[in-house]
């Protein structure tokens, strides 16, 4: 069976780092796009990065050059380095794998960034 499983959240003050890790099973991960995403209560879920099978990356305008994504094809894994957080980056952050029309979601880890 497919699974998706983040782990890596936790408590962080601001100006911390954290490094979030997202190993997805089951699928042919290589040739997947891989995405982070979050959803704070009471809004959206939006993108936080994303990463194509051909190593493309894009960024939420509010994570750049403080968010890093990245991936290990041979350990199924897609990380997020998040360096400098801020109390608006609390939230749950979920793990998608992505081969349209078929998308696959992890069940999120908690971020929150307090002093």
């Known amino acids: 069976q497919v699974q998706v499983v983040e782990s890596g959240g936790g408590l962080v003050q601001p100006g911390g780092s954290l490094r979030l890790s997202c190993v997805a099973s089951g699928i042919m991960f290589s040739i997947y796009d891989m995405a982070w995403y979050r959803q704070a209560p009471g809004k959206q879920r939006e993108l936080v990065a994303g990463l194509t099978s051909g190593g493309t990356t894009n960024y939420a305008d509010s994570v750049k050059g403080r968010f890093t994504i990245s991936r290990d094809n041979a350990e199924k894994t897609v990380y997020l380095q998040m360096n400098s957080l801020k109390p608006e980056d609390t939230a749950v952050y979920y793990c998608?794998?992505?081969?349209?029309?078929?998308?696959?979601w992890g069940q999120g880890t908690q971020v929150t960034v307090s002093s």
């Open positions: 998608a794998a992505v081969r349209r029309p078929i998308n696959y």
